[in-house]
Nanobody, 121 residues
Framework: QAQLVESGGGLVQDGGSLRLSCAAS?????MGWFRQAPGKEREFVAA????????LYADSVKGRFTITTNGAENTMYLQMNSLKPEDTAVYYC?????????????????WGQGTQVTVSS
């Protein structure tokens, strides 16, 4: 069993930055970020695999978002720079027992409660 607690969402202007945190209790091998905007499907943002050290990013966030981790605290961060209004969504942290990072939400068994990110134009 794993429990995930997210923090760090908020309101920011176009071009601004935010850092999301996801603290996991219990053993996890890979973690990911997903987001869901109103009226849209949940979509992959980024993921990290503890076992292989692999990192994946959606094309829409490459070069702007960066995953970092603190293994000692089993915590994952998502640094979001150059934010755009289209990044507005509820961001969810997810965890899996799979070793490698994956963009497939079906691979993730544990999910956080979500944190709202709003980017104003």
């Amino acid at each position: 069993q794993a429990q995930l607690v997210e923090s760090g969402g908020g309101l920011v202007q176009d071009g601004g930055s935010l850092r999301l945190s996801c603290a996991a209790s219990g053993r996890t091998f890979s973690m990911g970020w997903f987001r869901q905007a109103p009226g849209k499907e949940r979509e992959f943002v980024a993921a990290f695999g503890w076992g292989g050290g692999s990192t994946l990013y959606a094309d829409s966030v490459k070069g702007r978002f960066t995953i970092t981790t603190n293994g000692a605290e089993n915590t994952m961060y998502l640094q979001m720079n150059s934010l755009k209004p289209e990044d507005t969504a509820v961001y969810y942290c997810a965890a899996s027992s799979g070793v490698f990072a994956s963009p497939d939400p079906a691979r993730y068994k544990y999910w956080g409660q979500g944190t709202q990110v709003t980017v104003s134009s």
